[in-house]
């Protein structure tokens, strides 16, 4: 989808790519190495691989941006994004 932005039109694209960043991400980091079974594993570490370089794509030329109301310092929350 990243790829093809010319061809789409975003309100907020910023926004979404942050947003898009974090679910991704989370999920990634929920559901890593909770599987037992061996084909299982393989698939999950297939998905897991698919979904951070759908992140990458997303991340590219990415400034931080914290949302808004968070009522932390400014510098304080983009480190934090920086840090996950």
Do not use: H
Not at 31 to 42: E, L
Request: overall charge negative.
């Amino acid at each position: 989808m990243m790829e093809r932005r010319d061809d789409l039109s975003f309100c907020q694209e910023m926004k979404f790519r942050n947003k898009m960043v974090e679910y991704l991400t989370d999920w990634v980091m929920g559901t890593s190495n909770q599987a037992s079974d061996d084909d299982i594993k393989c698939l999950t570490r297939d998905l897991d691989q698919a979904s951070m370089e759908a992140v990458v794509s997303l991340l590219a030329g990415l400034p931080l941006q914290p949302e808004e109301g968070d009522g932390v310092e400014l510098m304080e929350a983009k480190s934090q994004l920086f840090l996950k």
